[in-house]
């Protein structure tokens, strides 16, 4: 019986020994892969900032390249609109009865030119976003965008009206803000 309970206890003793050693060798396994989670997380963090970088650096990239299309697209629609606006404003000032006239003329001309101007940004714009350009004559935008200048300059030149008969007979939402501005000032 002595023998049976000797027996007992060691196999116990043995038992308990073993169990704790398993532990400590888990405890270690815990550890080890906590240092690999974390390091796996260091990584997947690097890599995160760095493609983030990569994208602020390409959107930075194609902003400057959009800017610098708009910027040349303007100063060919401003070139042009300044080349129509000197055609218009000799064309007008031998039309043209009075030096008011040829004023408001040139108004009308730096006006169409600031349309165009707008026009082109805007384009720029409408053409980066994938959107269409609109072309509906029943709006100044759309008008614009057609046949490149307002409606008021576009009778004056194709209509042979005088400024303030073009602006007199334009409706004020088809005209841009310097030809409200010319329309409606004091002589």
Sequence with gaps: MKKLVSLGMITLATLSLAAC?????????????????????????????SW????????????????A????QAKAASESSAKAAS???ASSSVAAESESAAAASSQ?????????AQSSQQNT???????????????????????????????MVHDGMTPQQALAATPD??????????EHSPQ
């Design 21 to 49: 050693g398993n532990n400590s060798s888990a405890n270690k396994d815990s550890s080890s892969s906590k240092a690999r989670s974390e390091s796996i997380a260091k990584a997947n963090k690097a890599k995160k900032e």
């Design 69 to 72: 299309t708009s910027e040349s």
């Design 125 to 155: 714009s409408q053409a980066a976003n994938g959107q269409s350009i609109s072309t509906d004559e029943n709006t100044l935008t759309g008008f614009v965008n057609k046949y490149g200048m307002s409606p008021a300059a576009y009778k």
């Design 108 to 116: 009308a001309a730096a006006s169409s030119s600031q349309a165009a």
């Design 87 to 89: 055609e218009a404003a």
């Design 52 to 67: 983030a970088k990569k994208v602020s650096l390409a959107k930075a990239k194609s902003e400057s390249k959009a800017k």
């Design 173 to 182: 939402n088809m005209e841009t803000s310097g030809e409200i501005q010319t």
